[in-house]
């Protein structure tokens, strides 16, 4: 599965963007779907997570800001957020998985990754 993020940039504090995430196929890979971030010199950390039937898991920093959604016709993953702060300034990366049952916030439930979208939110 091939994964393309885009619709990242520069915002001031308290704006917001909407992150799209375009999958090659959507089959089985694709069962959960998940967006993390990575700031320079840390760990990836997961931001949100959605699997085929709908289940969401949210980071609790971003869980009143954020909203994940998938739209399975375009095959394409969307992160809507909001009220953003300079602490949301990171890269941001799409994931999938197969693993339906499995679907959270945490690196070990992904196989397949984008690239990457620069999201830099200023003070």
């Known amino acids: 599965v091939q994964l393309a993020e885009s619709g990242g940039g520069s915002v001031q504090a308290g704006g917001s963007l909407r992150l799209s995430c375009v999958a090659s196929?959507?089959?089985?890979?694709?069962?959960?779907m998940g967006w993390f971030r990575q700031v320079p010199g840390k760990e990836r950390e997961g931001v949100a997570s959605?699997?085929?039937?709908?289940?969401?898991v949210y980071r609790y920093s971003v869980k009143d800001r954020f909203i994940i959604s998938r739209d399975n016709a375009n095959k394409t993953l969307y992160l809507q957020m909001s009220s953003l702060k300079p602490e949301d300034t990171a890269m941001y990366y799409c994931?999938?998985?197969?693993?339906?049952?499995?679907?959270?916030?945490?690196?070990?439930?992904?196989?397949?990754w984008g690239q990457g979208t620069q999201v830099t939110v200023s003070s």
């Open positions: 196929e959507y089959s089985s890979s694709t069962n959960c």
């Open positions: 994931a999938a998985d197969s693993r339906a049952s499995y679907c959270t916030t945490s690196l070990s439930a992904f196989t397949f």
């Open positions: 959605i699997n085929v039937g709908g289940t969401i």
